[in-house]
């Protein structure tokens, strides 16, 4: 029973998050069509002892109403705390899928770089204020960078890919790697701490993804026209996206630093999507446009 304690806890609280307010029966029906079951109901001494991890690991109360014998998550509960809802859903779509295996053949996934190896290292040394050295390849170099001394600051995931941002301490500037572009890697006994200055939380504030640059921060103004307007809505560009509905198209506005990987990604949307400013923006993309169209003339 005490097996995957983990996946019991994210599967207790999935389960009631999806039916909003559930019972006792609801749940041991639930509970017997899951993996953790051999088609028994939960025991209620189980069941008060999840409640009770559950409120310690992730600070999200189950309540009970006695009006109509019902459980719900509480209005106090951490849902929308960013590692903890991460956690949450990665691990109940883990859940879902483990529950899954007769229609696997069904169900497609996407390919993504792994980041398993180091993850769990990286984690500890941020736990324990260690420094990390690695060798690292990117996809610039036919060579690794070798003995790379790094202080890790925090880990980001975007588009699927984990990144570490920390301290290089050969180049005394504050980097980020993908974490699967290590190619060797181990957790040094040396000690370090991160400035009291450096907010993590701040560093990507103004910039799109995980790439950083000094630049200025930029009054962006798009027009996008009415079928790409409902994806930006679903999945927004940046935190300070926001949108002016108009006839038969949107404008939608950021505060965000212009890099490369931000023009690349507005190219992506060919058509469906204008620059209307800044003008070096509006530049660059027509550049990469005509240099495009050259390909092709050629």
Request: aromatic fraction near 12%; proline fraction near 4%.
């Amino acid at each position: 029973m005490a097996r995957n304690l983990l996946g019991r806890y994210i599967w207790l609280v999935d389960t009631i998050k999806r039916y909003g307010s559930i019972t006792r029966k609801q749940i041991d029906e639930a509970w017997k069509r899951s993996i953790y079951s051999e088609g028994d109901p939960l025991p209620r001494r189980t069941f008060y002892n999840y409640r009770m991890a559950i409120e310690e690991l992730f600070n999200i109360t189950i309540v009970y109403n006695p009006t109509d014998n019902s459980y719900s998550l509480g209005d106090d509960n951490a849902m929308e705390a960013g590692i903890t809802d991460w956690l949450l859903n990665s691990a109940a779509m883990t859940n879902m899928l483990s529950d899954s295996r007769d229609v696997a053949d069904k169900i497609i996934l996407e390919e993504v770089p792994s980041a398993r190896e180091y993850l769990p290292p990286i984690v500890n040394a941020l736990r324990d204020g260690r420094v990390v050295v690695m060798d690292y390849q990117p996809y610039t170099r036919q060579t690794p960078h070798r003995g790379i001394v790094l202080h890790p600051y925090f880990l980001k995931i975007f588009r699927q890919r984990w990144y570490v941002t920390g301290l290089n301490v050969g180049d005394n500037k504050i980097k980020t790697y993908a974490l699967d572009r290590i190619v060797k890697m181990r957790v040094g006994e040396d000690r370090y701490a991160i400035p009291d200055y450096f907010d993590a939380s701040a560093y990507f504030r103004d910039s799109y993804g995980i790439v950083f640059n000094q630049g200025e921060v930029k009054d962006v103004l798009l027009r996008v026209d009415s079928r790409q307007a409902k994806y930006l809505r679903a999945l927004p560009l940046h935190h300070s996206q926001r949108e002016t509905l108009s006839d038969g198209y949107s404008l939608f506005s950021y505060r965000i630093k212009i890099s490369y990987d931000f023009v690349q990604e507005l190219l992506s949307y060919g058509s469906a999507v204008t620059v209307v400013r800044p003008p070096e923006l509006r530049a660059m993309v027509v550049t990469s446009l005509k240099a495009a169209l050259d390909n092709y003339e050629k």
